[in-house]
């Protein structure tokens, strides 16, 4: 396997309802991560998605955008992990060229959740026969979640806001995100509607629409593309008991743990070289036990780490540098493609007034399902 650098980004303002068709925002997407690396010519595209089936009645859209994109005859497939379909992209486009099947691949990222009705659809992510059957959602498997983090550690009933109060802070400085016009205080977190006991609306990503993607060449011929490629350092997939129930305990991510400690050891970094962390915050409550999992944090105290800044830009570990999934909005199937465009505008010095300060490892987690997948990438320069 050969080393792999990123030397192109492209991505589109994050919007609530956007007025550009499914393909299009896709192909242009593609067409801008394509001219950041200075190519007219790739070899595959691989398309991170995971509603258009249920919202656009279209199937087969990697080679629908290629060829939108005016690169017919190329390889184009679709990769599914649903909500953590970007990352897969990523990493079959990071496979792709490592093994040398490809010298040049772009990874997509492209949702439109603002066609028709999306919260039943991604249900689907759970268990049909003995989760949907029974009325569990995606975010009624949250709410659960926290409701036992709150029995079991004690932490007060505030304990979550300040994932939600840092992400809308960063988010003011990313013109991409979809909330960057926007203010909230401890207080309008603390006080926002419930959603399903205790979550709050605070708690939850938005349903949004957006697309992002990435070019990946071999690292040896980086610089030809880039005067700043970043390096793919590690691509690591694990998994755990599908349902939530089923787990010896809940609150353990172990798809998060596992994946991690597989991603660091393919880099040779320790979780103490992590610059910064994009955390997979669709929900507050997955944000805190990511951090727990990595071993940021001990178990139960990863609110701590928020309630005491810790996680700020200016922080020991800043997390969701550029709004994350809550407050850059939550595009699913391109979400992780946007995380890794931030963290190459990160690594390379171009995250403006939200830049980590000597940033030079990058750790992206995303997540599919109520964290049955969970896909970790490490960058670095």
């Keep these: ?50 509603l258009s089936d249920e919202l656009q009645g279209q ?28 990352a897969g992209a990523v990493r079959m486009a990071f496979l792709s060229v490592a093994s040398g099947q490809a010298d040049l691949a772009v990874a997509l990222g492209v949702e439109k959740m603002s066609d028709g009705v999306a919260m039943p659809a991604i249900s689907k992510a759970l268990d049909a026969d003995r989760e949907v059957a029974h009325g569990a959602t995606m ?51 603390a006080t926002s509607r419930i959603v399903h006991a205790p ?27 880039s005067d700043h490629p970043v390096r793919i350092l590690a691509s690591a997939v694990a998994t755990d008991r599908f349902r939530v129930d089923d787990r010896a305990d809940p609150l353990l991510l172990e798809g998060s743990q596992l994946s991690a400690h597989k991603a660091f050891r393919q880099a040779n970094v320790h ?8 955390a997979h915050d669709a929900f507050s409550i997955m944000a805190c036990l990511q951090l727990e999992a990595v071993g940021f944090a001990a178990p139960g105290q990863g609110w701590r780490m928020a309630a005491e800044r810790r996680i700020g830009i200016r922080g020991t570990l800043p997390i969701c540098t550029m709004g994350g999934l809550k407050a850059r909005g939550h595009p699913i199937g391109a979400s992780a493609v946007y995380q890794v465009v931030e963290s190459v505008l990160q690594l390379t010095g171009r995250a403006g007034k939200n830049q980590v300060r000597a ?17 970790t990438h490490i960058l670095g320069v």
């Design 359 to 375: 940033a030079k490892v990058a750790l992206i987690q995303s997540i599919g399902g109520a964290a049955s997948t969970v896909i």
């Design 139 to 189: 975010i009624s498997r949250n709410a659960e979640l926290l409701a036992l983090y709150f029995e079991r550690t004690r932490a007060p009933a505030h304990a979550m806001v300040w994932f939600a109060v840092n992400a809308h802070k960063n988010a003011r400085n990313n013109p991409y995100a979809l909330f960057h016009k926007m203010r909230v205080s401890p207080r309008k977190a």
């Design 199 to 225: 979550l709050r609306l605070y708690d939850c990503a938005p349903i949004c629409d957006g697309a992002a993607a990435v070019v990946l060449a071999p690292a040896e011929q980086a610089r030809a593309f």
């Design 271 to 278: 979780r103490g070289d992590v610059s910064f962390f994009e």
């Design 59 to 86: 199937k087969h859209l990697a080679a629908l955008i290629a060829d939108e994109a005016g690169l017919r005859g190329i390889e184009a497939l679709d990769v599914g992990a649903v909500t953590a379909s970007g």
């Design 1 to 50: 396997m050969r080393p792999v650098s990123i030397v192109g980004i492209g991505q589109l303002p994050v919007e609530a309802a956007s007025a550009r068709s499914l393909r299009d925002l896709g192909a242009t997407a593609v067409r801008l991560a394509m001219t950041d690396a200075g190519v007219e010519r790739v070899d595959a595209l691989f398309c991170g998605n995971m």
